[in-house]
């Protein structure tokens, strides 16, 4: 079983950034593929940006992408997510997930593919 534990979120102005960090527990995630997910109020979840166990492979939604960077530390057994640029329809709920990482290269890219999940942290973009 891994625990994960999502932190880092809060209320910031548009235009602000945020780090978003995801601590494991149980096992290493060395050997896990992760991703970050969101959901907003009245909205599907949707994939925000994943990253291989090894770190080499990433995949980021469009609606990120060049402003998000997702990364991970497997010493510290967590997983980040680095947001710049924010706007409002950043605003919501964010989850880590981990699933068992097959190949080196491979990014969980739906949310079905993953095995564990943390509580979510809120983001809020507002002025």
């Known amino acids: 079983q891994v625990q994960l534990v999502e932190s880092g979120g809060g209320l910031v102005q548009p235009g602000g950034s945020l780090r978003l960090s995801c601590a494991a527990s149980?096992?290493?995630?060395?050997?896990?593929?992760m991703g970050w997910f969101r959901q907003a109020p009245g909205k599907q979840r949707e994939t925000v940006a994943a990253?291989?166990?090894?770190?080499?492979?990433?995949y980021y939604a469009d609606s990120v992408k060049g402003r998000f960077t997702i990364s991970r530390d497997n010493a510290k057994n967590t997983l980040y997510l680095q947001m710049n640029s924010l706007n409002a329809d950043d605003t919501a709920v964010y989850y880590c997930?981990?699933?068992?990482?097959?190949?080196?290269?491979?990014?969980?890219?739906?949310?079905?593919?993953?095995?564990?999940w943390g509580q979510g942290t809120q983001v809020t973009v507002s002025s």
């Open positions: 997930a981990a699933t068992s990482g097959g190949d080196p290269l491979y990014t969980a890219r739906r949310g079905f593919e993953y095995q564990y």
């Open positions: 149980g096992r290493t995630i060395g050997s896990y593929a």
């Open positions: 990253i291989s166990w090894s770190g080499l492979a990433t």
